[in-house]
């Protein structure tokens, strides 16, 4: 199977900044998209970012802000975080899609255990 483990996560300030970083190993032929997906309290899971073959997709809330870039070669994707906001507090997931052999005619999607991000003064 696959594992994607986090990490990075933590207690920071307003205005403060913090790195993400999720690496896929395992049975991996081939990684489609990789994303950052947040689950805050009492809320659904949103999707954060993603990327796949080089293009970038950013929730509105936080364009400007936040950067996702992938190592494509370790199997890893990061989510760098500026500015952040109270309402940046959540739970946060990495995502992957994968393809876990070279005969398989779809991908499957992997979670990450989620990291905690928690924006506090």
């Known amino acids: 199977q696959v594992q994607l483990v986090e990490s990075g996560g933590g207690l920071v300030q307003p205005g403060g900044s913090l790195r993400l970083s999720c690496a896929a190993s395992?049975?991996?032929?081939?990684?489609?998209?990789m994303g950052w997906y947040r689950q805050a309290p009492g809320k659904e899971r949103e999707l954060v970012a993603d990327?796949?073959?080089?293009?970038?997709n950013y929730a509105d809330s936080v364009k400007g802000r936040f950067t996702i870039s992938r190592d494509i070669v370790k199997n890893t994707v990061y989510l760098e975080m500026n500015s952040l906001k109270l309402e940046d507090t959540a739970v946060y997931y990495c995502?992957?899609?994968?393809?876990?052999?070279?005969?398989?005619?779809?991908?499957?999607?992997?979670w990450g255990q989620g990291t905690q991000v928690t924006v506090s003064s």
């Open positions: 395992g049975s991996i032929f081939s990684i489609g998209a």
């Open positions: 995502n992957a899609y994968v393809k876990t052999t070279r005969w398989a005619t779809r991908g499957t999607d992997f």
């Open positions: 990327i796949r073959s080089g293009t970038t």
